[in-house]
């Protein structure tokens, strides 16, 4: 079966500092991999996917993550933390063959003035 | 944009009673999904629906939940005799084609209280 691991329920970070979320997956062949971003009372949004093209997969609002098959990795990063991106992210990945999302367990980002 | 919408955004329901989740999945998409999170766990999968039958469901997807597409915009996730572990948010979502490489659109969730 497979899971995911996001290190890290809550990290806090300075404005305008770096953001890395990490999340592991453990698969027996490369999945599908997603990163979705929730914020307070609303659903979830996609950041960006990894679909087997480019290794590094940038998304929206400046966000990026990077697909590393030897470390079973794909952490979430941005180099300058606005108040904005203050939400949960979530990690998914989803089997080549199925329909469901498996997620992690979310981390809460505190952005600091 | 076009989005996936949710109804109600909370459910106050008795233990054993029938409750009704209500979805309206965006307009051209053809796969519809129901999620659930209980407070503090991970967001996870309940079913997935195609061509008006099931197509995926979980281990928690058992006979007191059902899912209907009763007309051409609505997307029900029903629990027949509510248990206090129902308590939880649920999510629907959609996607326009086949999985996997095709996003799922999200909706706001329910809160889903179970006294």
């Known amino acids: 079966a497979q899971s995911v691991t996001q290190l890290g329920s809550h990290v806090s970070v300075s404005e305008g500092a770096l953001v890395l979320l990490r999340c592991n997956y453990s698969?027996?062949?490369?999945?599908?991999l997603f990163w979705y971003v929730q914020y307070p009372n609303q659903g979830l949004q996609l950041l960006l996917k990894?679909?087997?093209?480019?290794?590094l997969v940038k998304g929206i609002n400046g966000f990026e993550a990077e697909f590393k098959k030897s470390e079973t990795s794909f952490h979430l990063t941005k180099p300058s933390a606005h108040m904005s991106d203050a939400a949960e992210y979530f990690c998914?990945?989803?089997?080549?063959?199925?329909?469901?999302?498996?997620f992690g367990g979310g981390t809460r980002v505190l952005v600091k003035p | 944009e076009p989005e996936v919408t949710q109804t109600p955004s909370h459910q106050v329901t008795q233990m054993g009673q029938e409750v009704i989740l209500r979805c309206v999945p965006i307009?051209?998409?053809?796969?519809f999904y129901w999620y659930r999170q209980i407070l503090g766990q991970k967001v996870e999968f309940l079913v997935s629906?195609?061509?008006?039958?099931?197509?995926?469901k979980s281990e928690i997807f058992d006979d007191q939940f059902s899912v209907e597409r009763p007309d051409g915009s609505n997307f029900t996730l029903k629990i027949r005799s509510t248990k206090l572990e129902d308590s939880a948010m649920y999510f629907c979502?959609?996607?326009?084609?086949?999985?996997?490489?095709?996003?799922?659109?999200f909706g706001p969730g329910t809160r889903l209280t179970v006294l």
């Open positions: 979502a959609s996607s326009e084609r086949s999985p996997p490489k095709i996003e799922q659109f």
């Open positions: 698969s027996s062949v490369p999945p599908y």
């Open positions: 990894y679909t087997s093209a480019a290794t």
């Open positions: 998914a990945v989803r089997k080549a063959a199925g329909n469901k999302l498996t």
């Open positions: 307009s051209n998409h053809l796969y």
């Open positions: 629906f195609y061509n008006n039958e099931i197509s995926e």
